[in-house]
């Protein structure tokens, strides 16, 4: 069975301090992978999707995402965090099919 | 409008009661999905459209769940005989692409 693990529920960074969320999956083959943001008040939006080739993956927001099949990760990066980052973030997974496969996620608190 | 709309935006409603969900997707968009999220948990796959046809409806908890897309645009989500465990934030997703789903602000159900 297919599954994705956040295994942070909270992460604290400071204002122009680098981040790097967790994320881990399961899955038989190469998924399709992709990390969401969900702000307060609005809804989930599509911040970068790995299908295939180049294991980095640039998004929007200065995001990044590195595809590691030997570690089974999958985690965001940004070199430089802003306070409007702050938010809920969700990896998620699919197979070849439509339907996405979510994680619990992990809220980000940044601090000035 | 531009983005996936979700009526209502909030449901109060009596244990035992029906409720209706209606999602309006992104013009265009052949995909539409049902999505689930209880407090701090990921969004819960329920079903999924392709066009009119149900293409996957394995997420849908037991048969008091159903959901519809008659002219394959708009959907409206059906819960009978509500229990407080369905209270969540249902939310509808429309897409193009694979994985690439944008998100309305959700319909919160309340149970009492």
């Known amino acids: 069975a297919q599954s994705v693990t956040q295994p942070d529920i909270h992460i604290t960074v400071s204002e122009g301090a680098s981040l790097e969320l967790r994320c881990n999956y399961s899955?038989?083959?190469?998924?399709?992978l992709f990390w969401y943001v969900q702000s307060p008040g609005q809804g989930l939006q599509l911040l970068l999707k790995?299908?295939?080739?180049?294991?980095l993956v640039q998004g929007i927001k200065g995001f990044e995402a590195e595809f590691k099949r030997s570690q089974s990760s999958f985690n965001l990066r940004k070199p430089s965090v802003h306070w409007s980052d702050a938010a809920e973030y969700f990896c998620?997974?699919?197979?070849?099919?439509?339907?996405?496969?979510f994680g619990k996620g992990t809220s980000l608190l940044v601090t000035p | 409008g531009a983005g996936v709309s979700q009526t209502p935006s909030n449901k109060v409603t009596e244990k035992g009661k029906y409720v209706e969900l209606r999602c309006d997707p992104i013009?265009?968009?052949?995909?539409l999905y049902w999505y689930r999220q209880s407090l701090g948990q990921g969004p819960e796959f329920l079903i999924y459209?392709?066009?009119?046809?149900?293409?996957?409806d394995s997420g849908l908890p037991n048969d008091r769940f159903f959901a519809v897309r008659p002219e394959g645009s708009v959907s409206t989500l059906k819960i009978q005989r509500t229990e407080r465990g369905d209270s969540a934030v249902y939310l509808c997703?429309?897409?193009?692409?694979?994985?690439?789903?944008?998100f309305g602000e959700g319909s919160r159900l309340t149970v009492l």
């Open positions: 997703a429309s897409s193009l692409k694979p994985g690439e789903l944008f």
């Open positions: 899955y038989g083959a190469t998924p399709y």
């Open positions: 790995y299908f295939s080739g180049d294991t």
């Open positions: 998620a997974l699919a197979d070849s099919g439509y339907a996405l496969n």
């Open positions: 013009s265009g968009h052949t995909a």
């Open positions: 459209f392709q066009g009119t046809g149900a293409a996957d």
